[in-house]
């Protein structure tokens, strides 16, 4: 199988559900970013073979949509990925997995999303399910009836319950993540990856959920969100958001006739299945597969970026993974930047590159639980 080279990748600034990116349609997003990140490595549209695109929530295709509205050949086939919070992750693993076969040689993965945006979803009358009453579903099905099928912030719920994870916990947590993301605002860490957006003559270029003055004393006054008296709040665990981003995936024959500097090895990636009600115990077993698969222990792991759509996620992971924090999403996490489901898998991955450099580490891991009971990661190794 051929080597696969990360070369390196943009995303955009994160804005909230109707915040700063609201008028901007996700596939307009995603070509701005496109157009950007090709041009930051001195390429141009027609080397590349393919475009993947995680989304979540979008009507599909937007993939070759947003191909197509940057301008680019219409040779070039695009592959929208629907693997949830995991969409974005799904779609580099797939595209290094295109090029390791031989198939490609130089791939755009990542995803792009847009709540603001998001279609509403209607039952047909025909479907036993319709009723004249109510007939828009919040979100899609993802288990079935006999398992299971409750929102990511119930099975929060229970992973709490189950971990004997305390509220207090979560919020220390959820409080950290803000304090890093201020301080790695504050020290330009992300500076190189964020791509600005022009909108109406002004420049976009900062994530809108980072809060400096956030408290203990704030979050603790946070009620439950999800269950009466439970411990997930509004605030240790992340809103939902707007964002793209994408990644260059390279051969070694594609990095030497284009002269592209590497930032790192793709090593291997993972998918698995957990108990629906359980979801975000998804990253725990992808991880574990990883390890296993490359015979490699998680004490040679330097950095982990798993997508912190819980606070109790991050704290299952520690508990059962036995890692220490100080490894873990050291440039804080969704809880602080936020969660664009289809294209936090790239931008994990992108902040898992500025944290290797930040501690000089060699071997990192993004992960995302994922809805319906999954989980995937992915092991990278940095260029040196």
Known sequence: MKDVFIIGGLRSPIGKTNGQLKDFLPEKLAANILNQTINKYNLTANKIDEVILGNAVGLGGLARLSLLEAGWPVRIPGTTIDFQCG?????INLGANLIRSGQAELIVAGGVESTSLEPRRQLNPNDPRFTREDNYLDRAIFS??????????????????????SRQAMDQWALRSHQKATKTKQKGLLD?????????????????????NISLKLLERMPPAFVTEGRVTAGNACLTHDGAAVIILASKEAVKEYNLTPEAKFIQG????????????????????LLQEKNISITKIDALEINEAFAVKILACLQELNITKNKVNILGGALAYGHPYGASGAI?????????????????????????????????RRAT
Do not use: F
């Open 348 to 380: 994990i991955l992108l902040h898992l590159l500025q944290a290797l450099k930040e501690v000089q580490g060699e071997l990192g891991i993004t992960s995302l639980g994922v809805a319906g009971g999954q989980g995937i990661a992915t092991l990278i």
């Open 144 to 165: 079935s009836s006999s398992l299971g099928d409750p929102d990511m912030g119930q099975a929060a719920e229970k992973v709490a319950q189950l971990k004997d994870i």
């Open 87 to 91: 969409s974005g992750l799904s779609a």
């Open 270 to 289: 993972a998918t698995v299945g957990v108990n629906p009600n359980l979801s975000p115990l998804g990253p725990i077993p992808a991880i574990k597969k």
């Open 192 to 212: 190189e990856i964020i791509a600005p957006i022009k909108k109406d003559n002004q420049k976009i270029d900062s994530d809108e959920s980072i809060r400096p």
